[in-house]
RNA sequence: GCCUGGGUGGUGGAAUGGUAGACACUCGGGACUUAAAAUCCCGUGCCAGAAAUGGCGUGCGGGUUCAAGUCCCGCCCCAGGUACCA
């Protein structure tokens, strides 16, 4: 504390516990007020605590919501835990506590940070992740998902990390130069395959592109999140392979280019690989694979800059003119996309033309580049010609364009039954389970095939049954019904996952083994007549499950009957503004479309689009301009800034850095320009050393502001109001601290314009502006108070500035009456001194007049 | 490589095509004080000058315009994302 008079320690607990005790910001259900619904992306409450990333963004929600609830609005924003996850689970394997307990502690703690930064919340309406009566419906989404056929299990080789013990997706792999490792805790992982549920992500991928057109995000993540779908539009083409039954499938984008065909591209772990490789070349083949096998697929990129690959020695028959062409296997080829196999263009794509020229193949020009391609003297192509054009060398097409080509041949093709219109994404299902224990479980039991058989179809997916081999036993999955839910998680004695990678559910024994009502669903400990035998799924769900609908749940936290009531649904709809990072711009945001689309389907909520308004917020590096991090040593800790200055100060700071959405460093020497800013505004209004009024503020309103404090005094309102309203808090502040700085070289201040002053302060300095609105003998709070709005009339000037410009160049400057004319702001220009000194000698060319602003004269 | 952002004083950053550097930090000088803290006043882009003022200045090179940090073309650098997507 180094101010007696502006003891922030003392007044801040005492309105942080009068918010909370009044409930001053929650949302009233069908209130007539219009809603305003705002959302943060809620936290992971780690034992660490909070950072200070996450205040910058959640201080700017809790000003806007401020802002908003004054302006009338009926504002929800709350707040909620992403509990489940791995951190919690590792500390349970370390030291035997259950995560339910740390989690409720880190929880606790995560609140009282919260609350000490005067950040408010509808305490009503917290959602927890972790709660039995919140995932519930994590699983019922599931099991709607599980019944309409959209979701599966797959054999799938997926990172394994032997550290961990457990099974990581690829987003949680980091590629690092001694090869990959897990993103937390930076261990090696290798490849595995291991039963997984997955998610048909794929099947909403078209309309996840189309609904990017509905919402008001910024252009780069909706570029980000299309490019992460990554349409393509092409053909799917076969090609017969030379004394072999089986055809070889591609796809292309580029059909047109099919006569170009000179060599095709197997993924090395194609399954055509070893069957039609000749016996000439199998060794080095297998060598070859065996290679690929270890890589990354990282470093099958980073490596394969010097393109590899081998030749198969078969050869595959091209549909359009039975040309015989060589069959290789190359790393570049990826089996997860496409067909995992190409036909090789090099005349037309870069990737094949380094391919050819690496190992002699040959290179066919089929489009006419009309002179434009780089060329060698011999008048062959020096690098690849990938842009549309007249064909070539293409028997009967040649001449047609690129586009019509592309129907003809596909036409031609479908006609052989060799090829059709294809669609094709990047996107790649989402693979929906983990093997841990601190997550959702499955809502899920495996019977065997006659059991299967006996159940009622109430409890089986839409179209194929879910089959997966359990010790050389083929089992059917049956879903529990929605009265069985939640399905909780049993306590276990050991966290550690079996080495086999197993979840540690696996050895919940009691729990694992149950009996099947084959009518009802119904699970019971004991076999009766109606019941079958069967097994629970050991999987866990990642930690996305929960994140993706918790915003849903706000709106109706505690219902038990459904996942959220359809009247309040039609009342608060989806967030009209989110506030997070960047970092979630593609997973996080495209999973919760997903779901949320699923969930428009099935009726439970009105919109198919959940977020209308995006906003990321920057990062706050250390003071070094470096990311903040325990390893560096530069990581600014929120509570001690607290201490020494107070949260109103940290808000603001916070707030005064720089634009909401830039990456930042902090810096703690700048602080003080703010805490010298409140300790001014407490003296402006409260008297030094004493607790009563200062004189300056004229309580009866016999002043008035001279004309030009009040000017500044409304434009101050103008300008905050638009800054608030487009997140600009870094100049809002400094508009507030040139109104300060004005009013606090003034005899007297009226009263109203110190309240007025007050309320523009409130959504970022909301403690100081309590305290002194209450001081100036308000009853009621600041945050209940209407928003001022600025009077166009104190606005206008009757003389306006004139700027007087030689050659583009300033020169000087006159206060003239209000719309002076031409001839007026010329004259007054030219016998201005300074511009008479540049006119010295000199010819006027041309005079230019901008009305009320500048006059430009251009000599020689 | 590709896709995004972005390059403005010693620092963080302001600027609907119209006075570049608002607002702060830092630093320097002064007032108050026994002293310090707090507070207040003055200065603070660079160069020249006692000052008035003049010249130069928004990564670099061109262009459009009476006027460009802002618009256009070409480069350089930095940060983030992504990884051969056929």
């Not at 359009?320 to 996309?337: A, C, E, M």
Request: some cysteine; glycine content about 6%; charged content about 25%.
């Amino acid at each position: 504390m180094q101010n007696s008079e502006y003891n922030f320690s003392k007044i801040e607990p005492i309105w942080q516990k009068y918010w909370a005790e009044n409930g001053t910001f929650n949302a009233i259900d069908f209130d007539k007020r219009p809603k305003f619904y705002i959302l943060d992306m809620f936290p992971y409450p780690s034992g660490a605590g909070l950072h200070i990333g996450h205040p910058e963004g959640y201080t700017a929600s809790d000003a806007y919501k401020r802002f908003k609830k004054s302006q009338g609005y009926n504002v929800l924003h709350p707040m909620g835990w992403d509990a489940f996850g791995l951190p919690t689970e590792q500390y349970a394997i370390k030291t035997g506590r259950h995560p339910k307990d740390t989690t409720k502690e880190n929880i606790s703690r995560f609140k009282e940070q919260l609350e000490q930064i005067g950040l408010c919340y509808d305490s009503n309406r917290e959602v927890n992740t972790t709660d039995p009566n919140y995932y519930k419906w994590t699983q019922w989404i599931f099991t709607q998902l599980f019944k309409k056929g959209l979701a599966y299990v797959d054999e799938k080789p997926v990172w394994f990390c032997p550290d961990l013990g457990t099974v990581l997706a690829n987003e949680e792999i980091l590629n690092t130069p001694e090869g990959p490792r897990s993103e937390r805790g930076n261990f090696p992982v290798e490849r595995r395959p291991i039963r997984q549920w997955v998610l048909r992500i794929t099947q909403y991928a078209d309309r996840l592109i189309a609904g990017l057109k509905d919402v008001n995000w910024p252009d780069s993540t909706k570029r980000l999140q299309a490019n992460w779908i990554g349409r393509s539009e092409g053909a799917k083409v076969s090609f017969e392979i030379e004394d072999y039954e089986e055809s070889l499938e591609v796809f292309t984008t580029r059909p047109d280019t099919l006569y170009g065909a000179t060599y095709m591209v197997l993924a090395p772990e194609h399954p055509l690989v070893s069957k039609i490789t000749t016996e000439a070349h199998k060794e080095a083949v297998e060598a070859y694979i065996e290679k690929t096998k270890v890589k990354s697929d990282l470093e099958r990129a980073e490596l394969s800059k010097d393109k590899t690959g081998l030749n198969t020695g078969a050869f595959a028959i091209n549909p359009v003119n039975n040309k015989r062409i060589p069959i290789w296997i190359s790393d570049y080829v990826l089996l997860s996309y496409g067909t995992g196999a190409i036909m090789s263009v090099p005349a037309h794509d870069e990737r094949d033309f380094e391919f050819a020229k690496k190992f002699d193949l040959e290179i066919l020009q089929v489009i006419d580049d009309a002179n434009q391609a780089h060329k060698n003297a011999d008048g062959n192509l020096n690098s690849a010609f990938t842009e549309a054009g007249p064909l070539m060398n293409s028997d009967t097409l040649n001449g047609m364009d690129s586009d019509s080509a592309q129907k003809a041949i596909i036409e031609t093709l479908s006609a052989k039954n060799a090829g059709s219109v294809e669609v094709n994404y990047k996107l790649r299902d989402w693979l929906f389970s983990r093997q841990r224990y601190w997550g959702e479980p499955f809502p899920i039991v495996w019977v065997s095939q006659d059991n299967y058989s006996k159940i009622n179809t109430e409890f089986k997916p839409k179209g194929e049954p879910i089959i997966a081999n359990f010790n050389d036993e083929v089992q059917y999955a049956v879903v529990l019904p929605e009265e069985a839910l939640p399905l909780k998680l049993p306590d276990i004695e050991s966290y550690t996952p079996s080495p086999d990678g197993q979840s540690p559910l696996s050895n919940a024994h009691e729990w694992l083994h149950v009996h099947f009502d084959i009518q009802t669903g119904a699970i019971s400990e004991q076999a009766t007549e109606n019941t079958v035998p069967g097994t629970r799924e050991t999987n866990t769900m990642p930690q996305w499950a929960g994140s993706c609908w918790y915003y849903l749940r706000y709106v109706d936290p505690t219902n038990s009957e459904k996942l959220i009531d359809p009247d309040l649904e039609s009342y608060w709809k989806t967030p009209d503004l989110y506030i997070g990072g960047a970092e979630h711009a593609v997973l996080h945001l495209l999973y919760a479309r997903f779901w949320h689309h699923l969930l428009h389907d099935l009726g439970v909520v009105s919109e198919a689009e959940p977020f209308k308004k995006l906003f990321h917020q920057g990062i706050i590096l250390g003071e070094d301009g470096e990311k903040m991090s325990k390893s560096r040593g530069n990581v600014v800790n929120p509570e001690i800034i607290i201490d020494a200055y107070g949260a109103d100060t940290l808000r603001l700071y916070l707030m005064f850095l720089g634009p909401l959405e830039a990456m930042k460093p902090w810096n703690t020497k700048g602080i003080e320009g703010i805490a010298r800013f409140l300790r001014k505004l407490w003296r402006l209004v409260i008297l030094d050393n004493e607790t009563e009024l200062n004189p300056k503020v004229d309580s009866d309103q016999s002043t008035k502001l001279d004309s030009e404090s009040e000017r500044l005094l409304h434009q101050t309102i103008e300008k905050v109001t638009a800054d608030y309203e487009s997140l600009g808090f870094n100049t809002a502040i400094s508009q507030l601290m040139i109104l300060l700085n004005h009013l606090s070289k003034l005899d007297k201040i009226p009263k109203d314009t110190v309240e007025i002053f007050l309320q523009l302060i409130a959504p970022l300095a909301p403690h100081i502006a309590e305290e002194l609105w209450m001081r100036l003998g308000h009853t009621g709070v600041i945050s209940e108070a209407a928003w001022p709005v600025a009077i166009q009339e104190k606005l206008a000037t009757a003389s306006v500035k004139i700027i007087f410009q030689v050659n583009g160049k300033y020169r000087g400057d006159i206060m003239l009456p209000n719309n002076p004319s031409k001839e007026e702001a010329l004259s007054a220009a030219k016998s201005n001194e300074r511009v008479q000194a540049q006119l010295e000698g000199k010819q006027i060319l041309k005079e230019i007049y901008v009305p009320n602003k500048i006059v430009n004269l251009v000599v020689q």
